[in-house]
């Protein structure tokens, strides 16, 4: 472990904010610890600890990540990218009740007439989570437009509304749309309504102005299947190609720094209306799916789903990848914890651990 990048990136923090007299200080000490101890044992190679309560805040880092530090965030990029869409909402662009094939309109037959943006939004379309050719079309280095093209083609497994399943291909459909609408590349789209105006400056879907040295590397080992599960001859299109770094996946392609993903979080906990109006963000942190299924915001976890339990009201996301970001209302507080581990390399996680510790601190 890089101690001296944790002591100096910790103890500016502790200096110049009273978070951790407001907080339980054994908690956060305890979820310090938690990485510390995973650091120091080499079981994850860099992370970075982001709380935020009200106006104050405390960053702490491990291993050789600093506080502006770059990771590549998996599906934590799906509220980001779906909160692009919701600029289009805010302009009547789109209704939640509009049926997809009226952006698409090949994507009909078989059920697919009627599923509607809020299903996409909401995974419960129908469409799987990952393509029967995910792993083909990451080895030819296809362009985002072929996931799409396949997608459309993918045979819905059940009735639009009936079943909640998790859909990274929902998701990238419901993006599609914002391409349609807006006529601008969805990198450079994400980019001018969520990073700039949210002052995100540590934050790119792909690689944007950064460049792959930039972004920290993932632990392959247990990664996720759809990433190469951890496959030394998947390397040239895993989650450290320079392929899937640049590709921008709207489900799992995006990069940026803890206290990013805290500035994005606090637009819906503050209702801030830098991004979308605080309407909108009220919505988006709503669940939307009827009693028996798992309850979903757009785009968001919601409640129990949303990370360690804190209140009805918490909202957030993680990613394979090893990531974890929750904000709670109630507490009005938001927990970022970053890591470069794959999230099933171990259970229990430790960003999930020390996210625990981060809710009862706040409890």
């Not at 289009?88 to 009740?97: H, I, M, N, S, T």
């Amino acid at each position: 472990m890089n101690r001296r990048t944790f002591l100096q990136c910790g103890l500016a923090a502790s200096m110049a904010s009273p978070l951790l007299a407001v907080l339980k200080q054994e908690r956060i000490d305890d979820a310090i610890g938690v990485l510390d101890k995973s650091v120091a044992s080499g079981q994850i190679t860099s992370a970075v600890l982001h709380v935020t309560q009200r106006k104050t805040s405390v960053t702490r880092c491990f291993g050789p990540a600093t506080e502006n530090s770059m990771f590549l965030l998996g599906s934590i990029s799906k509220p980001i990218c779906v909160t692009a869409l919701m600029t289009l909402f805010d302009q009547k662009r789109f209704q939640l009740d509009d049926p997809l094939k009226k952006f698409i309109p090949q994507f009909t037959g078989d059920g697919r007439d009627k599923v509607t943006i809020q299903h996409l939004l909401t995974h419960v379309s129908g469409l799987p989570d990952q393509l029967l050719d995910n792993n083909t079309l990451r080895k030819n280095h296809a362009p985002l437009s072929e996931f799409v093209e396949n997608t459309i083609l993918t045979p819905l497994e059940f009735v639009p509304g009936s079943k909640y399943q998790y859909s990274s291909m929902g998701i990238m459909l419901a993006i599609e749309v914002a391409r349609l609408i807006s006529g601008v590349d969805i990198l450079q789209f994400v980019d001018r309504t969520v990073f700039q105006p949210s002052g995100m400056n540590h934050s790119a879907l792909g690689l944007g102005r950064f460049t792959i040295g930039d972004m920290v590397p993932c632990q392959t080992e247990f990664a996720a299947p759809e990433a190469g599960g951890g496959n030394p001859t998947a390397k040239d299109w895993d989650w450290n190609s320079l392929y899937w770094r640049k590709l921008g996946a709207p489900w799992g392609g995006a990069h940026a720094s803890a206290p990013d993903v805290a500035k994005f979080l606090a637009e819906f906990l503050e209702e801030r209306g830098n991004i979308v109006k605080p309407q909108t963000a009220r919505l988006m942190v709503k669940n939307h799916n009827p009693q028996g299924l798992t309850p979903r915001g757009l785009g968001l976890d919601t409640g129990m789903s949303a990370g360690p339990k804190n209140s009805e009201r918490t909202f957030g996301h993680s990613g394979s990848t090893g990531t974890l970001a929750w904000a709670d209302p109630m507490s009005e507080t938001i927990c970022v914890v970053l890591t470069s581990l794959p999230a099933r390399a171990v259970t229990p996680h430790p960003r999930d651990v020390a996210g625990t510790l981060v809710a009862a601190a706040v409890s």
